[in-house]
């Protein structure tokens, strides 16, 4: 039981950040129809500027645990929107008007492209997060300790998820996005500039993974110039088991895959433990292609 | 003769003397040039004629590998006899992966193929059914023989290879003018019309993926004879998107971009080596660029040109 309870709390923390991922690529699937396959190394390349910005400014030394990493947090989203909305101007901007799987074409390059400079900038070696920044500690939940990171990284995505269904659900420019999520052409019509409407969409997506990234190194305490392209399956899956284009789904399906994934490494074999996310993946795609919350992805014939 | 042909045939006299005044090394490039030839021509069949996107072919080559591997180390059968039979194993599970997922739109065909490939990948890494010697793979394959003459050195296999090269474009040219090829570009082109047309498009997409999969094993079966040893890691995703990008650079559809997409992205980082470490950002670099300015890769495939007949004097032609 004891087992059971901390590989559930570990899904929960990792479930999360699949989610946010997940965010990420259900806003562009919902405006844009794309799978933005760069996704997951923007997730990357916000663990690797998380780390930069915090061995060279030591934002923890100077303000606390606490206060420095959502200090350190906030400035990696902010640049990690940046290169979101860089990469929609010019990997993805000039293809509006062209055949879809143009647009694949497309990401599946700007993916190799960022991959692989991450790995020329920082190198192909695995880099350590330092491990004093936040404190070592355990917190007795009903009785089972549970590691504080753990906690923390739920609650940073909950909060995240929440301000990010709000601000879609309760304010005009929130508002524009879904406009321009049912009908590009209607909401042209009422005024709403749908480029600059697909350029927020390419900062908010990026800077929650990017936020993503930063959780990653914190939690595991080192990264990899490659681990974006798994994070980045596995959050799309996420995000296909919840229905893509839904954002409540990605939330959902991101914490489920979590919990899945963390249970089938603890009890059918931790060596197949990303084959079961594919499985996952493919399973829904046959059976439910809708996913649990909607949108549909087969073939009309 | 038309120019093309003229020029199609100088190439293959060219490559066809080559190895006499190479080293054993530059040989070996163009047998690794040769066998992503054949992989990104069978890979084409499904990317650039049907339109359909896979990037999870390494799987049926690794599929392909491992069959000559384990057949030939435990049973002792010669490499080459075992061309059919790596075809057949990496046919049929095509034929059962595909089936439930063909349907599938465009980009999430792309997805499902990706984690077939990764799950495959790790299956091979876990010892599956304990025969694929996990992460260390199998080593110990025997060298083919052709009629009793056994083939070592890298000038022997060039010939092999290429030999393999020559056959699988006679058949796919061919393929590309047949009823069939005609029915996938058609259904590539406008999948309703296609339907319309009395196409069952689910047939010839679900066909097209497990022929071009079955050869992607023969060149697995090739490519285990060459190195006598294989291993998970000569099968992973980098090797289906290398495949794709150079269906995708060369121009998807045509023979002759993607045997030039071969010799660019298999043959340019051998001549570049100190940038080798930069050659997936530029590939990745040159996607971006070929969607937005030339989305049909750089020797576009040439449809077909059927004269018309001549009506009268200065009408007609072309």
């Not at chain 1, 902010?78 to 290169?83: E, F, N, Y």
């Not at chain 1, 695995?126 to 009785?143: H, R, S």
């Not at chain 2, 061919?174 to 090829?181: A, D, H, I, M, V």
Request: glycine residues 12%; hydrophobic residues 55%.
């Amino acid at each position: 039981m004891e087992q059971f309870f901390q590989q559930l709390t570990n899904g929960l923390a990792v479930g999360s950040i699949y989610a946010l991922i997940a965010l990420g690529y259900t806003m562009v699937y919902g405006v844009l129809k794309l799978i933005n396959f760069a996704h997951g190394d923007l997730f990357t390349i916000g663990a690797y500027l998380g780390l930069t910005v915090l061995t060279s400014l030591a934002l923890t030394g100077h303000l606390g645990p606490f206060l420095g990493v959502s200090v350190l947090a906030l400035m990696v989203m902010g640049l990690v929107a940046l290169v979101g909305a860089l990469l929609d101007r010019l990997a993805y901007r000039p293809l509006r008007e062209s055949p879809r799987l143009s647009a694949v074409v497309s990401a599946l390059g700007a993916s190799i492209f960022l991959q692989n400079g991450v790995m020329l900038i920082y190198g192909a070696r695995f880099q350590v997060y330092p491990q004093d920044i936040l404190p070592k500690m355990a917190i007795n939940l009903f009785g089972l300790y549970v590691p504080l990171i753990r906690i923390l990284v739920l609650v940073a995505s909950v909060v995240m998820m929440v301000a990010l269904y709000l601000f879609i659900q309760k304010t005009r420019i929130g508002t524009a996005i879904r406009a321009a999520a049912i009908d590009q052409g209607a909401a042209r019509l009422m005024g709403i500039d749908v480029n600059r409407v697909i350029l927020l969409v390419f900062m908010l997506g990026p800077a929650l993974g990017g936020a993503a990234g930063l959780m990653v190194g914190l939690y595991y305490g080192q990264i990899n110039f490659t681990m974006g392209w798994m994070y980045g399956l596995k959050a799309f899956t996420a995000a296909i088991l919840g229905g893509i284009g839904n954002i409540p789904g990605a939330m959902v399906g991101g914490i489920l895959l979590g919990i899945i994934e963390a249970m089938g490494a603890a009890y059918i074999s931790i060596a197949w433990k990303d084959a079961i996310a594919f499985m996952v993946l493919i399973l829904i795609l046959i059976l439910r292609p809708t996913g649990l919350l909607g949108e549909r992805v087969a073939e009309k014939v | 003769m038309a120019p093309r042909n003229i020029i199609y045939s100088v190439v293959a006299v060219i490559l066809a003397v080559l190895p006499v005044f190479l080293n054993a090394y530059w040989v070996d490039v163009l047998n690794s040039i040769g066998i992503y030839a054949i992989l990104a021509l069978s890979l084409n069949l499904i990317v650039g004629h049907a339109g359909l996107f896979n990037l999870g072919h390494a799987a049926f080559y690794a599929i392909g590998a491992y069959t000559a591997a384990i057949m030939n180390t435990q049973f002792a059968i010669p490499v080459l006899w075992l061309l059919p039979l790596c075809a057949f194993t990496a046919g049929l599970f095509a034929l059962l992966v595909a089936r439930p997922i063909i349907h599938l739109r465009g980009d999430y065909l792309c997805i499902v193929t990706i984690g077939v490939g990764e799950i495959v990948r790790i299956a091979l890494i876990n010892n599956v059914f304990g025969i694929t010697g996990g992460a260390n793979g199998i080593f110990g394959i025997a060298r083919p023989s052709v009629v009793g003459y056994v083939i070592r050195t890298p000038h022997q296999f060039f010939y092999l290879i290429w030999a393999f090269a020559a056959v699988t474009i006679l058949l796919f040219h061919l393929l590309e003018y047949s009823r069939f090829g005609r029915a996938l570009n058609y259904l590539r082109e406008d999948e309703v019309a296609a339907e319309g047309n009395g196409i069952n498009t689910a047939h010839y997409k679900l066909a097209c993926f497990v022929v071009g999969a079955a050869w992607a094993g023969m060149v697995g079966n090739l490519y285990a004879a060459k190195m006598t040893i294989i291993s998970p890691e000569s099968f992973s995703f980098w090797e289906s998107v290398l495949m794709f990008v150079i269906v995708i650079l060369g121009g998807s559809g045509s023979i002759p971009g993607v045997l030039l997409g071969a010799f660019l992205a298999v043959g340019l980082p051998e001549l570049f080596r100190e940038f080798a470490n930069a050659r997936m950002l530029f590939f990745g670099a040159a996607m971006v660029a070929m969607m937005i300015f030339r989305t049909e890769g750089i020797l576009p495939h040439q449809p077909r040109a059927y004269k018309l007949a001549k009506f009268g004097e200065g009408e007609g032609g072309q």
